[in-house]
Each structure stands twice: as structure tokens, then as C-alpha cells.
């Protein structure tokens, strides 16, 4: 089996593995299945994945209700082929992988802190779903 032929995996990272870095795990196992596996963790994750992410997932027929937040230090011994953080906070604070592995740093706005309405907050995480899929999907394309 070729290199070409080898299923790549990539970890998402975040700080509460709640929002960004789950919607990118279901858009990445969606979009991009049998080329790339994804993963996601945080480095200080939160109690359950956020309802809006899973409802803003599920208007694009992906289900991440079934996902739970991930300490980071779970995967650390991985072989990793890209990690990629997807917030400030997660970029400044990414923990030493045991192997060299390629990190760079693709930044969404935490759609958790939406203010308003449910539908107001809902849209913001259609918004930072939308964004994930226009940009994230097509840097992991190319590799």
C-alpha cells in the first residue's frame, strides 16, 4: 500500500473541545472520508459537546450528538499526520507530542459566546460551521 493509499489522521485541537474543534472532527469525517480521519480534544475540555453545535451539524445532515469532549492528553501517543488548533488559547497552550508532527493553526471565533437568542447563538454557529468547512476543508485538500 502506497502512502497515497493511507488513511491520514489529524487532530483538532481546542481549549474545551466543545464547539469548534467537534464541528471540524464531523466536517473533516464527512467531506473528507477516505483520505483523512479525524480526531478531536481539548486542552482543558468541557462537560458535554454544546447543544447548538450539534444542532447547527445536524441541519447539514452530520450527527456529532454522540461525541463527548476529550482531554488532549489521551491522544498525546498517537502518530499523528497534522494537528491543528482552531483557537488562540488552545494554540498557546498546545501541549509536546512524544513524535515530531506537523501543527499549524487554522483560528475560528468561539461560537459559545454568542450572545442573544437561541436562533441569534444559532446563527453564529452556522456562521463558524460554514467558515470551518471554506477554510479548513480545503488546507487538509491539498496535503
Not at 12 to 31: D, K, W
Amino acid at each position: 500500500m502506497t502512502r497515497s493509499n493511507v488513511l491520514k489522521k489529524v487532530l483538532i485541537l481546542c481549549t474545551g473541545n466543545s464547539c469548534r474543534s467537534q464541528m471540524a472532527e464531523g466536517l473533516i469525517n464527512h467531506l473528507l472520508r477516505g483520505a483523512w480521519k479525524a480526531f478531536s480534544a481539548g486542552t482543558h475540555p468541557a462537560d458535554r459537546v454544546h447543544p447548538l453545535a450539534v444542532k447547527a451539524m445536524a441541519e447539514v445532515g452530520i450527527d456529532i450528538s454522540g461525541s463527548r469532549p476529550t482531554r488532549v492528553d489521551e491522544l498525546l501517543d498517537e502518530p499523528w499526520d497534522l494537528v491543528i488548533t482552531v483557537c488562540d488559547s488552545a494554540k498557546e497552550t498546545c501541549p509536546i507530542f512524544p513524535r515530531l508532527v506537523e501543527q499549524i493553526h487554522v483560528g475560528f471565533p468561539d461560537p459559545a459566546n454568542a450572545e442573544g437568542s437561541e436562533e441569534e447563538r444559532l446563527q453564529v454557529f452556522r456562521k463558524v460551521r460554514d467558515d470551518i468547512r471554506e477554510r479548513l476543508i480545503p488546507e487538509l485538500e491539498q496535503r
